[in-house]
């Protein structure tokens, strides 16, 4: 089996971009891989994305003149991105290929005006339980049992935001103080519109070959994925929780680490302020209930010993679902690289990237998949 190495990434700028077709966003965050990986050969390209039309992908593809090798499209909601990565590494470790692209594309301000619409065969969404709604619920649950406060709810946004003054892809770089977030309109109580991540237009890309063993080439250590399991009144923890906490166990145990204490840099789904307690919680960043802690008092800021989200996360540069998670790959490379400037994790050698991804349903999450780079 071979090591797998990223060669390259790149991105385009996030934001509402509806004057930019998928062309020119696929283009960006394409030509950007190319560049740092010296070369623009392929021999097969997985793409994700969600609300993309049937064909898009060879369309879009075809246009950059990426033509006549294996394209596959993948769909899993929030997770298309990184799902796609994590075929692209599975094709060059086993051999299939020498050199994939690995593409996550998606443009939100033409498909909506506001918040997503549920489809038709939701019906948790479409009776008003859209993932808001649970989201809300599950911080309204973390104020009753006294496990976060509204101030350590907010000190996540802030925190984001305050890292994202150092990444030019996010849109969303204004300093923020926990005052201003908790005044900002109730979206889904207690969650107000600066804890939620705003829909985006966007592109991320990465190149995959085998390893060369230079110095300072950064490695895939380990992948994993998890579908979610039912989640009903027997399950102790709010949702998404369980998910994570497990997919946690799989990528740990598959790259040889013992403990979530040796990773440097976190890249995590904050698609609400509430998610990236969750999710820190369940990493095992924070113990169960100081999750909010942890952001308030800057454990998981910049400078703090377990730095998360040094991008801005998608609270600052919003959420093209398909781009998010090759965007998260993409900046755990540079901080690997040490090529993330102002943002910069100082020593960073091992970087997570966790994309959850999923409909409200009976299923805790739909999937979760998780990425450990290292640099060599």
């Known amino acids: 089996m071979n090591r797998v190495a990223v060669h390259g990434v790149g991105m385009s700028r996030f934001g509402r971009q509806p004057g930019r077709d998928l062309l020119a966003l696929a283009y960006e965050a394409i030509a950007g891989a190319f560049d740092e990986a010296g070369s623009d050969a392929v021999d097969a390209v997985w793409v994700g994305t969600v609300f993309g ?4 992908a060879q369309r879009v593809l075809r246009s950059l003149g990426i033509t006549e090798v294996p394209i596959i499209t993948v769909e899993n909601a929030c997770a298309s991105g990184t799902t796609a990565f994590i075929e692209a590494h599975e094709a060059i470790r086993t051999g299939r290929y020498g050199r994939v692209l690995a593409l996550g594309v998606e443009q939100m301000s033409t498909a909506f005006s506001g918040p997503i619409v549920p489809e038709t065969t939701d019906p948790e969404g479409l009776s008003g339980l859209a993932l808001p709604a649970l989201y809300g ?13 509204p101030e350590q709810l907010a000190a996540v946004s802030v925190k984001n935001r305050n890292h994202a003054q150092g990444n030019p892809r996010a849109p969303f770089r204004e300093r923020l103080t926990v005052e201003e977030v908790l005044a900002s309109r109730m979206i889904a109580e207690p969650l107000t519109l600066l804890q939620c991540c705003p829909t985006s237009d966007g592109a991320a ?3 995959l070959a085998p390893a060369t063993g230079a110095a300072g080439e950064v490695t895939v250590r380990a992948t994993t994925m998890r579908s979610g399991r039912v989640w009903d009144q027997t399950s102790p923890n709010v949702w998404g929780h369980d998910i994570v906490r497990d997919a946690t166990v799989d990528v740990l145990d598959a ?17 609400f302020t509430i998610g990236e307690i969750v999710t820190t919680e369940a990493l ?8 909010g802690a942890a952001a308030a008092t800057g454990r998981t800021a910049l400078g703090g010993d377990m730095p998360v989200n040094p991008s801005g996360g998608l609270l600052s540069r919003g959420h093209p679902l398909g781009a998010t998670g090759l965007a998260q790959v993409a900046e755990v490379t540079w901080q690997l690289r040490g090529q993330a400037g102002s943002r910069q994790v100082e020593s960073a050698r091992l970087g997570l990237v966790e994309t959850m991804g999923g409909g409200v349903s009976v299923l ?13």
């Open 53 to 56: 039309a049937p064909g898009v």
């Open 255 to 271: 790259a040889a680490i013992g403990s979530i204490d040796d990773i440097d840099v976190f890249e995590v789904h904050d698609a």
């Open 364 to 376: 805790d999450g739909n999937a979760c998949a998780m990425t450990i780079l290292e640099a060599s």
């Open 284 to 291: 095992g960043i924070a113990a169960p209930g100081e999750g």
């Open 205 to 207: 890309a990465a190149i």
């Open 137 to 149: 619920m599950s911080a309204a649950r973390y104020l009753h049992d006294g496990a976060v406060t």
